[in-house]
């Protein structure tokens, strides 16, 4: 791929994921729900049937591998931020009680359904010799996934990143991930991908061994670092590259383990010292490279993987139930466990409608099942309208439960 191809992409990505962005602010959306129709209109269902000549000649299969690189260091280095961002709150074990309620019913509900609509979809959208069970798995994993990244996105939008419902949110989310992650592992190892029952052994113990090295070990050492070289909250050269050399390898170590880079560097970030100082100067440095340039590509990325064939017939209805089934599993399953932890109905109503949110790791995980075999174009695109839908409604279910709360002065950080 020549350089002046890749410039190419990202100037039409990037001017189509802000003009998008642009329209749906205006309209009450995040710019995150723009970016995500901009993958879509940018992939063949769009400007593949407008435009075909030009689309494939601009996002030709072997001109991508660049593009998949450059959104991926994006969305590492946006999550690092987020787990900066992350605060105890004065009751810690109650919070992470809290989560965990809201986290376990905002899966089961969903996995119940997924699994409860897949006899009707596995005749028709399973790709030839996919058995019933790993396809039916895979879609309870696909509609039990939280969107942690878009999420964040959206309580930075509102500033609503450190209050107690947004840090329950945060919290919950983060626990949905791990049981949806692990539950594709087990898919992946049914139907003989990967590395099969011993990758998922090494998934679990894995996860222990990093938490233990991140909070017991790195945690401490940096702590020391940044007393002692960055006493102001301004790191140097030398810290910020040690920094960088930290997060990067976690990411590493999690992309091993099959639980995507992204959840490395949120851990990474979780385990340094919470200074606002620090994350003032972290994020001015990180968050517009990140946001405004890397993470529209994976959108775009996306979206080339749809299909138009998604949008007509009896495919069109099966969409619609998989629209229905995942966000009445999702806010209802949300809403219980932060009743069950003690909330107020409008507090848990509104985590139930942030855990409906899926854009992007429900994108990831979508992937994950096209290429390894588990799902076709057309089923795909299905997840991806899904995703698409869930995350667009997230915003007005939100202002209707909580209304539009003003942004703290403390911490916040807009978006552009």
């Known amino acids: 791929m020549s350089v002046t191809t890749l410039l190419l992409q990202l100037v039409v990505i990037l001017t189509t994921a802000r003009l998008c962005g642009w329209v749906l602010r205006h309209v009450g959306q995040p710019s995150v729900v723009g970016e995500m129709a901009a993958g879509l209109m940018l992939g063949p269902a769009v400007m593949g049937l407008l435009f075909p000549s030009l689309h494939s000649q601009l996002f030709a299969?072997?001109?991508?591998?660049?593009?998949?690189s450059l959104a991926t260091?994006?969305?590492?280095?946006?999550?690092?931020?987020?787990?900066?961002?992350?605060?105890?709150?004065?009751?810690?074990?109650a919070q992470i009680k809290a989560a965990g309620a809201v986290g376990v019913l905002s899966v089961i509900a969903p996995l119940v359904l997924g699994l409860a609509i897949s006899p009707?979809?596995?005749?028709?959208?399973?790709p030839a010799g996919v058995g019933f069970w790993p396809f039916a798995l895979f879609m309870a994993a696909a509609l039990s996934i939280t969107a942690f990244p878009v999420m964040a996105r959206i309580l930075k939008d509102r500033g609503l990143t450190r209050t107690p419902f947004g840090q329950l949110s945060l919290s919950a989310a983060a626990?949905?991930?791990?049981?949806?992650?692990?539950?594709?592992?087990?898919?992946?190892?049914?139907?003989?991908?990967?590395?099969?029952?011993?990758?998922?052994?090494k998934t679990a113990l894995g996860v222990v061994v990093v938490l233990a090295v991140l909070f017991f070990g790195l945690k401490p050492a940096f702590a020391?670092?940044?007393?002692?070289?960055?006493?102001?909250?301004e790191p140097s050269t030398t810290v910020m590259a040690a920094l960088m050399i930290g997060l990067l390898v976690t990411a590493l170590v999690t992309e091993w383990l099959h639980l995507h880079a992204?959840?490395?560097?949120?851990?990474?970030?979780?385990?340094?010292?919470?200074?606002?100082?620090?994350?003032?100067?972290?994020?001015?440095?990180?968050?517009?490279?990140?946001?405004?340039?890397l993470m529209p590509l994976f959108f775009a990325l996306a979206g080339l993987g749809t299909t138009a064939?998604?949008?007509?017939?009896?495919?069109?209805?099966?969409?619609?139930?998989?629209?229905?089934?995942?966000?009445?599993?999702?806010?209802?399953?949300?809403?219980?466990?932060?009743r069950m932890a003690g909330y107020g109905w409008r507090d848990s109503l509104a985590t139930g409608s942030l855990m409906n949110a899926r854009g992007l790791m429900e994108l990831i995980v979508i992937k994950i099942g096209l290429d390894v075999g588990l799902i076709g174009p057309e089923l795909f695109t299905m997840l991806l309208v899904m995703a698409l839908v869930t995350t667009a409604m997230t915003g007005?279910?939100?202002?209707?439960c909580i209304g539009r709360k003003p942004q703290p002065a403390e911490g916040a950080h807009a978006e552009s």
Request: proline fraction near 4%.
């Open 120 to 126: 009707l979809l596995h005749p028709t959208l399973a």
């Open 309 to 338: 064939n998604a949008f007509s017939g009896a495919s069109l209805g099966a969409m619609l139930l998989i629209v229905g089934v995942a966000t009445v599993g999702k806010i209802a399953g949300g809403a219980a466990g932060a």
């Open 224 to 233: 020391w670092v940044l007393r002692v070289k960055a006493p102001d909250g």
């Open 396 to 400: 007005p279910l939100m202002t209707l």
């Open 61 to 68: 299969k072997e001109s991508l591998q660049g593009l998949s």
């Open 262 to 293: 992204v959840f490395g560097a949120f851990l990474f970030g979780a385990c340094l010292p919470r200074d606002d100082r620090l994350l003032r100067s972290l994020s001015e440095r990180i968050e517009p490279i990140s946001i405004v340039v």
């Open 175 to 201: 626990v949905v991930d791990v049981f949806a992650w692990i539950l594709l592992a087990f898919v992946v190892a049914l139907i003989g991908a990967g590395e099969g029952y011993a990758g998922l052994l």
């Open 73 to 93: 260091v994006g969305l590492v280095l946006f999550m690092f931020v987020v787990g900066l961002e992350l605060r105890a709150t004065r009751n810690m074990r």
